[in-house]
C-alpha cells in the first residue's frame, strides 16, 4: 500500500498549511494519534464520521515518508486501520482535493481510486 488518506474540513487543512503542521483535529488529539483509512476504509469513514458536512478535503498521503510514526491497530470490527503518531507536515501530503458527500454521506468513489 503506498498511500493512506485523511478527510477532514477544508478550514483544518488551510491551518494546517499555514503552521506547516498537523497535529490532528479534535477526535485526534483526543485518542493521541492522526486517524487515517485505506482506500477501502475512506469511503465509510466519510459516512460516519462526516455525513452532512460540506467543505472537506480528502488528503492523500504518501507511507513511505511516515516510516515509524504510521502504524497499524485495530479499529471498527477489528480491521487495521493506519494511525499516525505525531503530527502530519503538509509537505508529506501528495494530494489535496475538496471531498464531496451525497445525501447518506458516501463520497464520488472518484478520489479513493488509487
Request: aromatic share 8%; proline share 9%; with cysteine.
Amino acid at each position: 500500500m503506498s498511500h493512506v488518506y485523511k478527510i477532514m474540513p477544508r478550514a483544518e487543512w488551510i491551518a494546517a498549511q499555514d503552521a506547516r503542521c498537523f497535529k490532528g483535529s479534535a477526535a485526534d488529539l483526543r485518542d493521541g494519534y492522526i486517524h487515517l483509512s485505506t482506500a477501502e476504509q475512506a469511503a465509510e469513514t466519510a459516512r460516519l464520521h462526516f455525513a452532512g458536512q460540506d467543505g472537506l478535503i480528502l488528503l492523500r498521503i504518501s507511507v513511505e515518508p511516515l516510516g515509524e510514526r504510521l502504524r497499524w491497530e485495530p479499529s471498527r470490527g477489528g480491521r487495521l486501520f493506519p494511525h499516525l503518531y505525531g503530527p502530519l507536515d503538509p509537505a508529506e501530503v501528495a494530494a489535496a482535493q475538496p471531498l464531496e458527500l451525497n445525501v447518506e454521506g458516501w463520497p464520488d468513489p472518484g478520489p479513493l481510486e488509487a
